[in-house]
């Protein structure tokens, strides 16, 4: 929190300080204080929502959520991401796949993958969704098995028992962008599975990318 803090006052200070600056310096100096003002929401954001999923609360309301539909939603805020990044993305989902879940929840987990792969995974990558039903025995209950892949650079295999680990960052492979994660995304990932009584789990492929294999118990 402090670095993008520390930025912003930077900034405003020295176009405070500084009496000569011209108009188009000082635009300059506040677009890059808003966009660490951009930075510091979406830590807050993150910090937040790990608080909520640690106390497994009432807090969140518990309703049908489309699969497909919130991954549309999803696709559609990182279009330009995607497109700057060259990434393909092709959820399949069926259209009527539900599951009693949050909408908020099942967004933040979708979005912090896919953020993940843009992030670190490289240029020119190929994202798939696939899903199953696995249905409970004796209870109207059912579990939905995800397997998230792409095929980025990997994750160097020292780091793989420590990528959920809040603001743990790899310094190495999918490390593209220095300083464009907190840290706090697949730990985001990993509660909202936890929420839902689910396993992750996460692999490098033989042909180059990862894996990520995990279930949500419809609640």
């Known amino acids: 929190?402090?670095?993008?803090?520390?930025?912003?006052?930077?900034?405003?200070?020295?176009?405070?300080?500084?009496?000569?600056?011209?108009?188009?310096?000082?635009?300059?100096?506040?677009?890059?204080?808003?966009?660490?003002?951009?930075?510091?929401?979406?830590?807050?954001?993150?910090?937040?929502?790990l608080n909520k999923l640690d106390e497994q609360s009432d807090y969140y309301k518990i309703d049908e959520v489309n699969i497909s539909s919130c991954l549309k939603e999803i696709e559609e805020e990182l279009a330009l991401k995607m497109k700057a990044n060259n990434t393909a993305f092709s959820p399949m989902i069926s259209s009527e796949l539900t599951i009693r879940s949050n909408h908020d929840i099942i967004y933040s987990l979708f979005k912090n993958?896919?953020?993940?792969?843009?992030?670190?995974?490289?240029?020119?990558?190929?994202?798939?969704?696939?899903?199953?039903?696995?249905?409970?025995?004796?209870?109207?209950?059912?579990?939905?098995?995800?397997?998230?892949?792409?095929?980025?650079?990997?994750?160097?295999?020292?780091?793989?028992?420590?990528?959920?680990?809040?603001?743990?960052?790899v310094d190495k492979g999918r490390s593209r962008k220095a300083g464009g994660s907190s840290g706090l995304g697949l730990a985001i990932v990993r509660n909202a599975v936890l929420f839902h009584k689910g396993d992750i789990t996460v692999e490098n492929l033989p042909d180059g990318g990862v894996m990520f294999k995990f279930d949500l118990l419809s609640l």
């Open 1 to 49: 929190l402090k670095t993008p803090l520390t930025g912003i006052r930077a900034y405003l200070e020295t176009i405070m300080d500084d009496g000569t600056m011209d108009a188009g310096q000082m635009r300059l100096f506040v677009e890059k204080a808003y966009r660490q003002s951009l930075r510091l929401t979406s830590l807050v954001n993150d910090v937040s929502i």
């Open 113 to 169: 993958l896919i953020d993940n792969t843009l992030e670190h995974g490289g240029p020119d990558t190929h994202i798939t969704i696939m899903a199953g039903i696995q249905q409970i025995s004796g209870d109207a209950s059912y579990r939905i098995s995800f397997t998230y892949t792409d095929n980025g650079v990997g994750i160097p295999e020292k780091s793989l028992d420590r990528i959920f680990d809040r603001f743990y960052k």
